[in-house]
């Protein structure tokens, strides 16, 4: 029976170990990878071959380029300010909205004990350290997700920061309506979060 | 609101059809096994998302076909408006539309064709299982209120999150401080859902004393809760608060939560006594008819629109002495879909449109 060389099998192989991809995935993208030849190869392999010079930021856990990341080590950003998100991901769209002036810091990942994930899983100590009184944190802003998970895990970070330093603001994203949105189309639970929240104008 | 047509595409043992459904009652009849109930569950399915007699939406799709589909057009507050729930059993994926915009959560759909389902079975609400009473006024408040539907599937969730816990406690796995946060969310979560529940229970007898009394039948019901005295938000949360303080130690041991309004009943009354105890066989069917009458009524007041009556096989009902009664409540409602092996029993209801069906085959009679 044929089967494809062993060099084939074995890209196959850690190809279809990536998330979201199968193993009929994991076939197609091996072969596409052979059909494109060796320069494509090598530029794919050089890009892995970067991945170590990826690491975490000591202070906030983002992925970074150094020991430190660009925003925790950037002068003009306000220390005092932490922007508590799930993922990396979240971290460069708060960026793009240019409203957040403060750092961050990611959790990579939310409370959820289905799936085993619990506190101490998370980077939730690290964020504690940060938070005593020696370090200055005015406020904590939290960007997470109004899920149950979310919720769980941003009352839990409250309870915790405030037991550390009572002093610090503790803020969550409002829940409310999308901007262009009609109030019209808005749902009565959107709706009425929006109405609950409401600002002074 | 009413349904003006209906197709199901590779649904059960249809391939595909098409109805044109009128205001007033709209009889489909024929053997059993030849396919009435399909139609009714396919109404049934687009409107709240789950089938009543299938556990699986995969169980719904035609034998030898990957998905299945049910369009319907609808006036909904004197407006036309066509809905759309398709599902592909190979992805396990849903897609709903309405007037051919794609929305995302069925919180958005559900309660958009309000139904009420008749069945052979709803006489187990009176002598069944608890689960089987709370799934009566559940399915009855999140067909009006988003704001239920969606705690209630929070609060589901975060049951099944610490009841993990507890379970990881147990095996010393995990500890007791992880409670916490499940805690809060769900003192929260539980007081809202058996407010709102107690509240609909009120307006339910209500509507069965104004309503649905006559002289030989009185049908009330009562919340029943072992741990809940007070209905009132603050107390079920004072309430949940001490139990959590006092009865942790029970919990670890049976790795689930014994509080809240997953765990609570509905007490229902014939004629003052205890129905499941007390009432026959027939007691127990009559005050089952007359709890989904009042389930039809109380969403009309809550949405000021009827819904759509769906009564599975009929015939079964023929025979009960207060037809005369219930037929006359039926008339009220704006439209109605019947399946019956013996469309001449009907009687007192008089079909406005009648449907044979034959092996998968419906015509026109």
């Known amino acids: ?201 | 609101m009413y349904i003006k047509k209906i197709e199901l595409s590779n649904l059960r043992n249809y391939s595909s059809i098409e109805l044109d459904l009128v205001k007033g009652i709209n009889v489909f009849h024929g053997e059993n096994g030849s396919g009435k109930t399909n139609i009714i569950e396919g109404v049934y399915w687009l409107s709240i998302g789950k089938s009543f007699r299938a556990s699986d939406d995969k169980e719904i799709v035609k034998e030898g076909c990957d998905s299945c589909r049910v369009y319907s057009e609808a006036e909904v507050n004197g407006l036309d408006k066509m809905f759309s729930l398709e599902y592909s059993a190979d992805v396990r994926k849903k897609v709903i539309r309405i007037n051919n915009s794609r929305i995302k959560k069925m919180a958005d759909v559900i309660g958009e064709i309000p139904v009420v389902l008749f069945s052979p079975e709803d006489i187990q609400i009176v002598k069944g299982e608890p689960v089987l009473r709370r799934k009566y006024i559940d399915q009855m408040l999140c067909q009006v209120s988003r704001e239920y539907f969606e705690t209630l599937s929070k609060y589901l969730k975060e049951v099944s999150h610490r009841n993990y816990l507890l379970k990881g406690i147990k095996e010393k796995k995990v500890s007791v401080s992880n409670l916490g946060v499940w805690n809060e969310q769900i003192k929260i979560n539980g007081a809202f859902l058996i407010m709102k529940r107690f509240e609909a229970m009120q307006e339910l007898n209500s509507l069965l004393a104004s309503k649905l009394t006559s002289e030989k039948n009185d049908v009330s019901i009562n919340y029943l809760s072992k741990n809940f005295m007070s209905m009132k938000f603050d107390d079920v949360i004072y309430e949940y608060e001490n139990h959590f303080k006092t009865k942790i130690d029970e919990e670890i041991v049976r790795g689930t939560t014994l509080i809240g309004p997953h765990r609570d009943d509905i007490e229902i009354f014939y004629n003052g006594k205890n129905a499941k105890a007390f009432a026959s066989e027939g007691q127990q069917r009559v005050s089952a008819i007359l709890l989904k009458l009042a389930e039809g009524l109380f969403i009309r007041e809550r949405k000021n629109s009827y819904p759509v009556v769906l009564l599975d096989d009929f015939s079964s009902e023929l025979d009960n002495p207060n037809r005369g009664f219930i037929g006359r409540t039926l008339q009220q409602f704006k439209q109605i879909i019947i399946t019956t092996t013996y469309p001449e029993n009907l009687k007192e209801l008089t079909p406005a449109r009648m449907f044979h069906v034959e092996h998968g085959k419906v015509s026109l009679v």
């Open chain 1, 1 to 201: 029976m044929y089967t494809y060389p062993f060099k084939l099998e074995k890209l196959i192989n850690e190809i279809s170990k990536l998330p979201g991809i199968g193993p009929k995935m994991a076939e197609r993208t091996a072969i596409y990878i052979f059909k494109k030849g060796q320069p494509a190869a090598d530029a794919l392999s050089e890009a892995l071959g970067g991945i170590k010079d990826i690491k975490f930021c000591d202070i906030c856990g983002n992925i970074s380029a150094a020991g430190t990341c660009a925003v925790c080590s950037d002068e003009k950003r306000d220390k005092g300010a932490i922007c508590v998100v799930e993922s990396p991901e979240d971290v460069i769209t708060i960026e793009h909205t240019g409203k957040h002036s403060g750092v961050y810091h990611v959790l990579y990942g939310l409370i959820n004990p289905l799936n085993n994930i619990l506190p101490d899983n998370l980077k939730i100590r690290q964020l504690l350290k940060r938070s005593e009184k020696t370090e200055n944190i005015r406020e904590i802003i939290l960007a997470i997700n109004h899920t149950v998970e979310g919720d769980a895990t941003s009352l839990y970070i409250a309870d915790a920061v405030k037991t550390a330093n009572p002093d610090i603001k503790i803020t969550r994203l409002a829940k409310g309506l999308p901007t262009g949105s009609d109030i019209k189309y808005a749902d009565e639970i959107t709706l009425g979060q929006a109405i609950l929240e409401r600002k002074e104008i």
